[in-house]
């Protein structure tokens, strides 16, 4: 992968297309080399068969370098390797994700996925995927994990604004500060950060209650 991770970053999931992708160019060079050593058998069947052989190499090249990388805060997409292409989806961007896959795709380990972003392009699907629901799986565990790894940050942060306000404050605190800290506890209780009953003692500390 030649984008690189930002910081705290892991690499969860590293997978790209099926090998069948690569089976029809190198089955349409092996029959061409079957024809062409039946028929001419000299050196000019040799030079053709030696440069036919780069369009199976070229396909094979790009094949390895079009990956997708999942890791704890992002879907990365590279394509290419002459010329080179890269997107990016943040976790916290998508929306959905989705795969399906046909009998052969059953039995030989392959199927497309669906992924259902808020950016402008709105849905992405990408064809005859190495294990789609593998993909799926980890993109889903992914974002439950992100999800509670901010909710978590709020909240350590929101207690220890609370701890400095308390340690810091020694008289009555303004009724403009007591209004932001509420604000900050409703929007911890509405992503579910902290409970209703959390909510109500942190609320009646503020209050003076």
Do not use: C
């Not at 001419?40 to 090249?61: G, H, M, R, S, V």
């Not at 629901?133 to 220890?160: C, F, G, P, R, V």
């Not at 992503?191 to 209650?209: D, F, N, P, R, V």
Request: overall charge neutral; aromatic content about 12%; charged content about 20%.
């Amino acid at each position: 992968m030649r984008t690189a991770l930002k910081k705290d970053e892991k690499i969860l999931l590293i997978t790209r297309q099926h090998w069948l992708k690569l089976v029809l160019p190198f089955f349409a060079w092996l029959l061409l080399t079957i024809l062409l050593i039946w028929w001419l058998n000299n050196t000019t069947a040799w030079i053709i068969i030696l440069l036919a052989a780069l369009y199976p190499l070229f396909e094979y090249i790009n094949w390895r370098h079009n990956l997708w990388s999942v890791t704890n805060l992002r879907i990365i997409d590279e394509t290419g390797f002459f010329t080179r292409y890269s997107k990016e989806s943040p976790l916290d961007k998508i929306n959905n994700v989705e795969y399906d896959q046909s009998v052969w795709g059953r039995i030989f380990g392959f199927g497309n996925v669906d992924i259902q972003t808020a950016a402008e392009m709105g849905e992405t699907k990408y064809l005859l995927i190495h294990h789609p629901k593998l993909l799926k799986d980890t993109i889903t565990h992914a974002q439950e994990e992100y999800k509670k790894t901010q909710l978590t940050s709020q909240a350590n942060q929101l207690a220890e604004a609370i701890a400095r306000t308390n340690a810091t404050i020694t008289t009555q605190p303004s009724q403009q500060m007591i209004a932001d800290e509420l604000d900050k506890l409703f929007v911890l209780l509405q992503k579910g950060a902290i409970t209703q009953e959390e909510y109500l003692a942190q609320k009646g500390k503020l209050m003076g209650s």
